[in-house]
């Protein structure tokens, strides 16, 4: 039923038919928000006619904890924002006070952060393959991405000691030294990669009705790109090649050979399609880290106490979902004056109220999976 | 010429330009709050992107600092705008009909700050719940257990 101080209450607009229109309560706890993401959504029968996304279920006040802890201290929590792609948290935090402070990291210690990095950044792919196809009621790619997914986290498991909320990097290096075992064990999984991807695209990309669902979908047009601060494959995926790894360049980044995947089209098969194209990418990443590690020390020596001189610095990096910039001031003490989290999903969730307007409910829940959301990360 | 101070050209800022490798920062201006809507016009015109909305509260000095983070997908050019007020009830001007994806990064840092960005169209709790009384980023802010125990 369409009541009109509910339509008040989250900005929904009264426009269309109010004797027959209903407001639809989507979440928190729903299987296709993906976390706990609440939208209201005003309806006309199956569409959806204004939405309005209700944050905040999941918020810590991220920010303010990070204000009363050293900057020792604040690096575990990155792992909690987003818990997918914990090692781009990681790196941020340690480049932004490496890059503060001044700090040297060991070439080896590059190597190891870009190669456990990139094989973060494919298993946070992976679990967004299976979760938005599931989303879009197909069950069989989910079960092969989850295989695939867990040999990454064995992987890394027997480097990093967690397989999800990785807290790993050190300032100046990192945690442990990569032995050949764990090299061979990423080669294997690279070579097991690069034949097994064909199958993901033979299972779904040619799929007829994964095609007809995504297809001309949830269109997010190069102009609102800018407009909304899109970044990350949803950003590619409407023809912009932006990425920091490219644009802002860090860590060996620079050194390594490897593309940016840009769609023109700017649904949600263009999302798809980048993602998927980026698995390959990182892949190629990978091989060349493996191939190219140096000897040499995994740590350099960095004092106790760490006490950024007063100022201020940005750090952004290119985490699965787009950029991630940490902004931070420092008054000179051991505990940061202010810390501000720009997150990728936060921005890309914006724009969400927008494209849903006028589509079926079932495509705004394919929209909502093509953003790749994590919940967490936007409510910090 | 950077491309800031191209979009820039015919608004009266003065850009500083920063050390990039020291700070991650390429350009920033201080600007009055009157001349925040033509800058944003200027910038979104050149196609730069809003990275975030957000502020520093200064106890010391009694100001308190909204920061306007904008970048470019083309180039490396981070651009800060910084607007200097008092901090009792500071207002700043919504950039919100200029860069659509600005109300919600105002929405939270306005009750983070307690700022008020005239002009929203969408002033409503963003994270926290709706009936909150306090502003936890601001720096005289206490904590609950600070307030029982009376510690600082």
């Known amino acids: 039923m369409f009541d009109s101080q509910t339509a008040a209450t989250y900005n929904l607009e009264t426009v269309g038919d109010q004797e027959n229109d209903f407001i639809l309560n989507l979440g928190p706890q729903h299987p296709g928000t993906h976390g706990v993401l609440r939208v209201v959504l005003h309806m006309d029968g199956e569409y959806i006619l204004s939405a309005d996304p209700v944050l905040g279920y999941g918020h810590r006040m991220q920010e303010k904890i990070a204000e009363t802890l050293t900057y020792t201290q604040v690096l575990p929590y990155m792992a909690r924002m987003d818990y997918l792609s914990a090692l781009s948290y990681n790196q941020a935090w340690v480049c932004l006070v490496e890059k503060m402070c001044g700090y040297e990291v060991p070439r080896r210690a590059e190597y190891i952060r870009v190669l456990t990095t990139e094989l973060n950044r494919i298993s946070s792919h992976f679990l967004w393959f299976g979760a938005f196809l599931l989303d879009l009621g ?8 989850f295989e695939d997914r867990e040999k990454i986290l064995d992987l890394l498991e027997t480097l990093t000691g967690s ?12 945690g442990a030294d990569v032995d050949s075992v764990f090299l061979k064990g990423a080669q294997d999984f690279v070579d097991h990669m690069r034949s097994h991807l064909a199958s993901y695209h033979d299972l779904v990309t040619g799929n007829v009705i994964f095609q007809e669902r995504t297809r001309d979908v949830g269109v997010i047009l190069p102009f609102d790109t800018w407009g909304y601060g899109l970044t990350g494959p949803v950003l590619r995926g409407s023809g912009e090649k932006y990425d920091v790894r ?32 980026e698995i390959e990418e990182s892949l190629n990443i990978i091989e060349q880290t493996i191939a190219g590690m140096p000897e040499g020390p995994i740590r350099s020596k960095v004092p106790k106490i760490i006490k950024p001189p007063e100022g201020e610095a940005t750090m952004s990096v290119e985490t699965p979902r787009g950029e991630l910039m940490i902004y931070a001031v420092s008054d000179g003490s051991k505990i940061p004056y202010r810390v501000k989290y720009r997150v990728p999903s936060f921005a890309n969730l914006s724009i969400f109220s927008k494209m849903a307007k006028g589509q079926l409910l079932a495509d705004a829940l394919a929209v909502l999976g093509s953003l790749d959301l994590v919940i967490p990360e936007v409510d910090r | 010429m950077s491309i800031i101070e191209t979009a820039l050209h015919d608004v009266n800022v003065t850009v500083e330009a920063q050390d990039y490798q020291q700070s991650g920062i390429h350009a920033q201006a201080e600007i009055q709050a009157e001349q925040l809507k033509s800058v944003c016009r200027a910038l979104h015109s050149f196609c730069f992107f809003l990275e975030t909305v957000t502020a520093v509260d200064n106890l010391s000095t009694e100001t308190m600092q909204g920061v306007w983070f904008f970048n470019h997908y083309r180039q490396s050019a981070r651009f800060k705008v910084v607007i200097e007020t008092g901090r009792n009830n500071p207002v700043f001007p919504s950039i919100g009909a200029i860069y659509p994806g600005a109300v919600w990064h105002e929405r939270e840092t306005g009750e983070f700050f307690g700022i008020v960005y005239d002009g929203s169209k969408d002033s409503r709790c963003l994270l926290l719940p709706e009936d909150v009384t306090f502003h936890p980023l601001r720096k005289d802010f206490k904590r609950p257990e600070q307030q029982i125990a009376g510690i600082h």
């Open chain 1, 163 to 174: 397989r999800l909320t990785y807290c790993f990097f050190r300032f100046g290096g990192v």
């Open chain 1, 138 to 145: 197909a069950f069989t790619p989910f079960l092969h991405a």
């Open chain 1, 246 to 277: 490219l644009r802002e360049p860090y860590s060996i980044y620079p050194e390594l050979d490897f593309e940016i995947p840009v769609e023109q089209t700017g649904d949600c098969l263009a999302r798809y399609l980048v993602r998927l194209q």
